[in-house]
């Protein structure tokens, strides 16, 4: 066993999908929603978030150290897999090739994403309800913000469902099929919420 | 009526281990109730091509003839099968027959398995009751418990699993579906479970239990109908608390 991490790395990996960074994602649409009240209300929420105490250690040890982990051992998974859903068409197979696309689809729009906001806002850019609306301003920038968004809580939901399998919560087939619905319900909603607040900005 | 009735067959071939895969055709006469064997048989028998040329006979290998062995498992009009199982009434011509190329081959459609009986040991795939004196018998098992091990020994190590599973390639160690669930059939063995811990431990190694990417492709192709899926989140529920106890200590010996 000396040496050998696979398994602790793939039981981080699939933990820190969830737990924090996939609460930061819920928490980050739920505020993005502030925009379909208004520039005021989204201004507000985006300052109070701003504004937490301890913002530095939160940003570093909530969101970055994990999401670049998450990030970095995603893309060796999604590599290793060899996709053969033309052979074999079942469903949850389909799901285990978008879930690894989605993926890379969702590292590439979070990069994009980070660098046009948190790293401009480190250049001393302020970050606001204008800046969002000056990027998709630009429909092909809409375009990818949506394909984006959908593509990360696609991400986020179907991960859930393999959480579950992968830590034993659901063994047994009915328990995953519930699961399964629960997840996709999760997609939609979080979908909603997502492209609304997206929208509000356009 | 059925005398001049054929069956066509495209057969990927490949002469040596490491050399090109090449595709010959076959005709050869209908029989009724041929199976895929029966068909190879035939074409053993008269080893002429589709073009009349003659060719080497197409090597294969089968064993029980009764789809308890998995030694004949092969890719059938893209699916991997047993082959003695495959009757050529219910298959759509030409019959395409292809190795299972997760695996060595090592000429035409046989294949080396060897992977996964090395896993089978890696796991430790049995129960130790040799020793140098009589042990006597060992705990009993429930008889519901029994019928519902006995679903999972039905496992014949045919390989089928490990060809339809998307994390089973070239690039990765993963050890597959079927040595992961012969692991939950021996710990669920009152006498096995005695080594439950050593073979949890197994398969959180390199290429173990944490490979699995839940394409689930494993359950719907196993030709035992054994689940597999459910043996693999199990297994994960029990490496969850196999972990935490090797991680914590444990009172529990």
């Excluded at chain 2, 060809?163 to 160690?173: L, R």
């Amino acid at each position: 066993m000396a040496g050998n991490r696979e398994f602790y790395y793939r039981r981080l990996h699939s933990l820190l999908g969830v737990i924090p960074v996939g609460v930061f994602l819920v928490q980050h649409l739920v505020v993005n929603h502030f925009a379909t009240r208004g520039p005021e209300a989204f201004n507000r929420a985006a300052a109070f978030m701003e504004n937490l105490p301890f913002r530095y250690f939160l940003e570093i040890f909530v969101i970055f150290l994990p999401l670049l982990f998450h990030a970095v051992y995603g893309i060796y998974i999604a590599f290793t897999a060899k996709f053969n859903t033309r052979q074999y068409g079942y469903f949850r197979n389909w799901m285990f090739m978008l879930q690894r696309i989605t993926g890379i689809i969702t590292l590439i729009f979070v990069v994009w994403h980070v660098y046009e906001t948190r790293v401009q806002a480190a250049f001393g850019v302020q970050v606001n309800y204008d800046m969002m609306a000056n990027i998709v301003d630009n429909p092909f920038m809409l375009g990818f913000y949506i394909v984006g968004i959908l593509s990360t809580v696609f991400h986020f939901a179907n991960g859930l469902w393999s959480f579950c399998v992968s830590w034993g919560l659901t063994v047994s087939p009915r328990s995953q099929q519930v699961f399964t619905y629960i997840t996709m319900i999760i997609f939609i909603a979080l979908s909603i919420v997502g492209i609304r607040a997206i929208l509000a900005f356009a | 009526m059925s005398e001049n009735k054929t069956v066509r067959f495209i057969i990927t071939r490949q002469d040596r281990p490491d050399s090109d895969p090449y595709e010959e055709e076959f005709v050869i006469p209908y029989r009724p109730n041929m199976n895929v064997i029966s068909a190879l048989m035939e074409i053993r028998r008269n080893p002429v091509n589709a073009k009349g040329e003659k060719t080497t006979p197409v090597a294969w290998e089968m064993n029980c003839l009764e789809e308890v062995c998995g030694a004949c498992s092969m890719v059938i009009n893209g699916k991997p099968r047993q082959a003695c199982a495959a009757l050529i009434d219910k298959l759509e011509q030409p019959i395409r027959l292809e190795p299972m190329r997760t695996f060595p081959v090592i000429r035409d459609l046989v294949i080396d398995r060897s992977r996964m009986f090395d896993a089978l040991k890696r796991v430790k795939a049995w129960i130790p009751i040799d020793g140098t004196y009589d042990l006597g018998p060992g705990p009993r098992m429930p008889e519901r418990k029994r019928q519902w091990a006995y679903e999972l020994s039905k496992c014949m190590t045919c390989g089928v699993c490990l060809e339809a599973c998307p994390n089973v390639n070239s690039k990765s160690n993963f050890i597959g579906p079927a040595p992961l669930s012969q692991v939950r059939l021996f710990n669920a063995h009152p006498t096995g479970a005695m080594h439950k811990a050593e073979r949890l431990r197994a398969i959180m190694g390199d290429g173990g239990l944490a490979n699995c990417g839940n394409s689930q492709n494993c359950v719907q192709s196993c030709p035992k109908g054994i689940p597999l899926t459910t043996s693999i989140a199990a297994l994960n529920r029990e490496t969850t608390i196999q972990m935490f106890r090797d991680f914590f200590g444990s009172d529990e010996v």
